[in-house]
């Protein structure tokens, strides 16, 4: 397994835009796929994003779509979500998490960070 590391979090005023960056330890981060999720008070788990080992696959959900970008950076064990446009349905705490496979299922990820917490103001 791969250890995970979130940073980024903070407080934003709706419309702006947040970074959220993982850090992941071991030599095998380019072999996973790897996928944002996000969990706000009260309610379940989602999926926001994902990306391919290579890169060259992305997902989203559609409610970040157009908003949100995943990239990921092999040489440096990082994976980062581009936030922008931020609304206060936003809000929530931001996990990472890593996958054998790409999916937008939680139960597929095996690898997951503590989180990061995201909140808008409107």
């Known amino acids: 397994q791969v250890q995970l590391v979130e940073s980024g979090g903070g407080l934003v005023q709706a419309g702006g835009s947040l970074r959220l960056s993982c850090a992941a330890s071991g030599r095998t981060f380019s072999r996973y796929n790897m996928g944002w999720f996000r969990q706000a008070p009260g309610k379940e788990r989602e999926f926001v994003a994902a990306?391919?080992?290579?890169?060259?696959?992305?997902l989203y959900a559609d409610s970040v779509k157009g908003r949100f970008t995943i990239s990921r950076d092999n040489a440096k064990n990082t994976v980062a979500l581009q936030m922008n446009s931020l609304k206060p349905e936003d809000t929530a705490v931001y996990y990472c998490?890593?996958?054998?496979?790409?999916?937008?299922?939680?139960?597929?990820?095996?690898?997951w960070g503590q989180g990061t917490q995201v909140t808008v103001s409107s």
């Open positions: 990306i391919s080992w290579s890169g060259g696959t992305t």
């Open positions: 998490a890593a996958s054998s496979v790409l999916r937008t299922t939680a139960v597929a990820y095996n690898s």
